[in-house]
């Protein structure tokens, strides 16, 4: 062959083998990216699997804890197992936290006072799963203390309704260093994390945590597509060009990547395991050294050579690193089965026949079997005939929806006793959607159920019922459930008394109404404590119950009773004469029961304080009606007396002073006033009389005087013992402290008239720290002047001590007492923010204590001066439409020397006045008269002239008194019945009070 042909062979043959090494060198890179992305698709998966697992357990162990009703309404017990799951799982939790409804914090452990009532509902996944009701996971947060974080929040649900969460802190630095932070591929080759939104949870260079991955990978479209289909959840391999960050100068080269999304709660992350493609060049670097130094016969062998090299590196590597993934994953699965078999929960998983695959140690404990006698077997073989039969048709329904919660069964143990469980679970799928198997978790309620239906019997037997038969019921009841001697409902009032309110005694009869004045009994115990159990020894725990020793009483249990506001009502025990074996949940069967006794405690008060407030508006009622009469007898009373007193004094005057007729009308008169007293305490026991001038007295003078009067209207056989130095001052009107001492002992002195005795008057001054009773009577606390009277004569019964101060009551002879005397005393002590007491027994006499407010103001001293009684000559328009009155006035007038026109009507008066305004000085007008009143009769006087005086005069009226009388213009208001001196110091007065100020 010539040169030229050698020549034109040499290029070809050159070109064929640098065809055959390109095309070579191009299938061998393609299978080691292929195997590359095999290798990193292993590594994803593993990690994505156990992210998975460890979520999964974790969410059964969240969710028993939710399904707990002590963590559930988070009581002490409650608490106790949040702090043991902590304690278990130390390792991979930073803490277990209780939020409530509302998204506040109610519980933390470990325990964090700062922690407690923070709001969280602000928390993107907080407002999750309050809306949604179901488990979430947070994204990667900082945590207090500066640790990258994950949030697990599980609901906490009862019948539907959210009761909130109970959720962990998971360091995601523990989680990123377990199944993420040893996939390296080659030097260069990492794995990192993101989140459905793009943010990346992990990377090995730190100062791409947290940041947005659409941001950081603008720019780079292959790149920004792959990030897209890892943020929708969805799986593949994509080759992408992007920083290659292990460079110094971080220039762009292309990568190659498998991601793979990672389930679990409410949402997914997605893993990416990715590395730089001249990581995957580097096996073949031999091919591109030696391609300018071997001769083109030489490329085969050479690229036969590389090839082969490479395929056996690439082949030990992968050999290797399954081998390394194979032991990851055993160890993960290792981590996952101690996880599993020592959940303190039941789990169960179940094949598609319904078959069980596989149990752990509480699922056996429950049912008492050992692993093999039941791996393989119909899981119906361990359910009672009635579920069994209709399992199939359930599990169909389970498999379709593919998760149920809460699923009753009542199964058979081995021992052949039957037990109530519920199952929660879920069903897994493989990658074309068809069922592999059941993941359930198992929880024996057994105890939970008979304690229902012990509620329910209990409470059920007793509807329908109130008051003793409501609390016989109670007991009895109880007494039966407990399989005890007895129960005992009992009051406590708020003496620390306890009473029974029914008690089924040992021997099976009832007891009602005794009590205990020892604090050591063991139902005070209770209500001090709230629940106590004593199950044996209960009589050397409390030596000094006689009950408890009579009975021969071994056990005893009680729990407290209290109302809505926490206050202690009573408490509700039982009791046995040996050791009680307790059912399940009674703790919380007898609180029920207590709630129940302590609302019909309530609603017995309720009753007997409405009974109580039904005597009183009776009485209050009745106190009215008296008032309205008093009223009426007092305005007809005191006209009547006016005309007795005026005639009597108008005959009087003209009678000389010492002569029989003089001294009988003197008796009249005096008479008269004693029933204008008469009047006066009838008005101040109705309470119609808020006239009175109160001003201070002092007390001990008054007595003084009054015992003086007294000592000469009393029996010689009744001596007056007389203790009564005291400078005591009190706010009142004299003439009231005197009515108060003279109608006590008047009732003193009636109950020594036959033998005769001893009326001792005592006053004293007193302190009177904090309220106090006696005899009955509450004393508020301050300073008082008490006013003692006693006697020594036949006293009282305590039937007639309870209605002594009712008015118009009296043990006395018809004609020897009104009834009035001390009811009016009763009123007077009560005006005055005093109180008033009686101690009596029948032939030991009777004491009286009245407790009168005193006052630092002194009293106000007036020389006493009888002045002659003042006269006149003015003219003078006197107006009472009772003609006697009328009558008597004028001449009364008259007689001192006044010049008087009078008027029987209000219309006539008002014509006269209209007819002879200038010649009248002043009116005088009695208030109550038909057409026209006193009072419209002023007005209209005051129209036609404005300075004239008007004195304006009634009976009794409660439509007018001295203030407002005198605002409308009239200058003196005056009560009757007027004695001659009293209407002319009113007349002279007001006259010259016209012309001081004219």
Request: include cysteine; charge should be negative.
């Amino acid at each position: 062959m010539g040169f030229k042909k050698r020549f034109i062979l040499l290029p070809f043959l050159l070109m064929v083998f640098g065809c055959a090494f390109w095309a070579v060198y191009g299938e061998v890179k393609r299978q080691t990216i292929a195997q590359l992305n095999v290798q990193q698709t292993i590594l994803a998966r593993q990690a994505a699997k156990g992210i998975e697992v460890f979520f999964d357990h974790f969410g059964h162990a969240l969710g028993y804890l939710a399904s707990n009703d002590h963590v559930r309404w988070l009581d002490d017990e409650g608490k106790q197992l949040m702090s043991a799951f902590l304690v278990s799982y130390s390792h991979d939790i930073l803490g277990v936290t209780r939020m409530d409804a509302s998204g506040r914090i109610v519980y933390t452990e470990p325990f964090m006072p700062g922690a407690i009532d923070q709001d969280i509902s602000y928390q993107r996944h907080v407002q999750q799963s309050m809306r949604t009701m179901k488990s979430v996971v947070s994204d990667v947060f900082r945590s207090v203390q500066g640790y990258p974080c994950v949030a697990y929040h599980v609901p906490v649900l009862h019948e539907g309704k959210y009761l909130g969460t109970v959720a962990i802190l998971l360091p995601f630095e523990n989680l990123a260093k377990r199944y993420l932070q040893d996939i390296r591929v080659g030097d260069h080759g990492y794995a990192f994390v993101i989140t459905p939104e793009g943010t990346r949870l992990y990377c090995p260079f730190q100062e791409h945590g947290g940041t947005n991955t659409f941001e950081t990978y603008r720019g780079f479209p292959e790149a920004l597509a792959m990030i897209s289909e890892m943020a929708q959840g969805h799986e593949g391999v994509a080759s992408y060009h992007y920083y290659d960050y292990a460079e110094g100068a971080s220039p762009v080269g292309l990568r190659h990547a498998v991601y793979v999304p990672v389930h679990f709660a409410n949402t997914f992350w997605s893993i990416a395991v990715t590395t730089p493609e001249r990581q995957v060049l580097s096996v073949m670097r031999g091919f591109t050294d030696r391609w300018l130094g071997i001769i083109v016969g030489l490329i085969c062998a050479t690229m036969v050579y590389g090839y082969s090299l490479v395929r056996a590196w690439t082949v030990l590597r992968e050999e290797r690193q399954r081998k390394q993934a194979e032991a990851a994953l055993c160890e993960s699965e290792a981590r996952f089965r101690l996880l599993y078999e020592d959940a303190p929960i039941g789990y169960q998983s179940l094949d598609g026949q319904g078959c069980l695959l596989e149990v752990n140690r509480a699922w056996l404990g429950h049912l008492g079997y050992q692993r093999e006698e039941v791996i393989g077997r119909w899981f119906g073989d361990f359910l009672v005939a009635s579920d069994a039969k209709s399992f199939p048709e359930r599990f169909d329904r389970f498999k379709t929806a593919g998760e149920v919660q809460g699923v009753a069964f009542e199964m058979i143990h081995r021992d052949g006793h039957r037990l109530q469980v519920e199952l929660d679970g879920r069903i897994s799928r493989d990658e074309y959607g068809r069922f592999v198997q059941t993941h359930c978790t198992m929880r024996d309620v057994t105890q939970q159920r008979q304690a229902e239906q012990a509620i329910q019997a209990l409470v059920s037997g007793s509807m329908g019922t109130i008051g003793q038969e409501f609390f016989d019921g109670i007991v009895q009841r109880l007494a039966e459930w407990l399989r005890c001697d007895g129960a005992v409902i009992g009051e406590i009032d708020e003496n620390n008394q306890f009473t029974i309110l029914s008690l089924m005694a040992a021997h099976g009869t009832l007891v009602h109404g005794r009590t205990y004045e020892s604090v050591e009994v063991p139902g005070l115990m209770a209500a001090a404590n709230g629940f106590s159990a004593y199950m044996e020894n209960a009589r050397e725990s409390f030596p000094n119950d006689r009950y408890l020793e009579e009975y021969q009483i071994h056990s005893h249990l009680g729990t407290c009773l209290r109302d809505n506001q926490g206050r202690v009502l009573g408490v509700l025990c039982a009791y046995s004469r040996t050791r009680l074996e307790l059912p399940g949940k009674v703790e919380e069967v007898m609180e029920i029961l207590a709630s129940k006794a302590s609302a019909e405690i309530v609603r017995k008060r309720m009753e007997q304080d409405k009974a109580t407030m039904e005597v009183q508006l009776r009485q209050a009622q009745k106190m009215e009606a008296i008032g309205t009469l008093a009223g009426g007898i007092a305005h007809d009373f005191n006209n009547i007396l006016a005309a007795v007193i005026g005639y009597a004094e108008l005959v009087q005057l003209g009678i000389p002073e010492g002569s029989p007729e003089h001294d009988n009308l003197q008796q009249v008169l005096k008479a008269s006033l004693r029933a204008k007293q008469l009047v006066q305490q009838i008005l101040l026991f109705s309470r119609q009389r808020g006239d009175m001038p109160i001003q201070p007295v002092a007390v001990g003078s008054v007595i003084g005087e009054s015992l003086r009067l007294l000592r000469a209207s009393l029996p010689s056989t009744i001596e007056i013992y007389d203790e009564t130095d005291c400078c005591g001052v009190v706010q009142a009107d004299p003439t009231q402290i005197q009515q108060i001492l003279i109608n006590l002992c008047t009732n003193a002195a009636h109950a020594m008239k036959k033998t005769g005795g001893l009326l001792t008057v005592r006053l004293a001054d007193v302190n009177v720290n904090g309220n106090s009773s006696t005899e009955g009577v509450v004393v508020k606390s301050g300073r008082y002047v008490k006013l003692t009277v006693s006697d020594t004569g036949h006293g009282m019964e305590s039937a007639v001590q309870e209605r002594i101060f009712d008015p118009y009551f009296t043990t006395k002879n018809v004609g020897e007492g009104s009834g009035l005397g001390l009811a009016v005393v009763h009123g007077i002590v009560k005006r005055l923010d005093g109180a008033v007491s009686v101690a009596s027994e029948p032939g030991k006499g009777t004491t009286f204590e009245v407790y009168l407010p005193s006052c630092d103001a002194a009293p106000e001293r007036k020389p006493v001066e009888m002045a002659p009684i003042p006269t006149g000559c003015e003219s003078v328009l006197w107006v009472d439409d009772d003609e006697v009155l009328m009558k008597v006035g004028e001449q009364m007038l008259k007689q001192l020397g006044y010049q008087v026109v009078g008027a029987s009507s209000s219309r006539e008066a008002l014509h006269i006045f209209g007819q002879r305004a200038v010649e009248f000085d002043i009116v005088v007008t009695d208030f109550t008269m038909p057409q026209m009143t006193g009072m419209m009769l002023a007005e209209e006087i005051l129209k036609l002239r404005s300075d004239i005086p008007i004195i304006l005069c009634t009976g009794y009226s409660d439509q007018v008194d001295g203030d407002s009388a005198k605002a409308r213009g009239v200058r003196e208001f005056v009560m009757k019945p007027l004695a001659l001196r009293e209407l002319a110091e009113v007349i002279r007065r007001t006259l010259d009070d016209r012309s001081r100020n004219a």
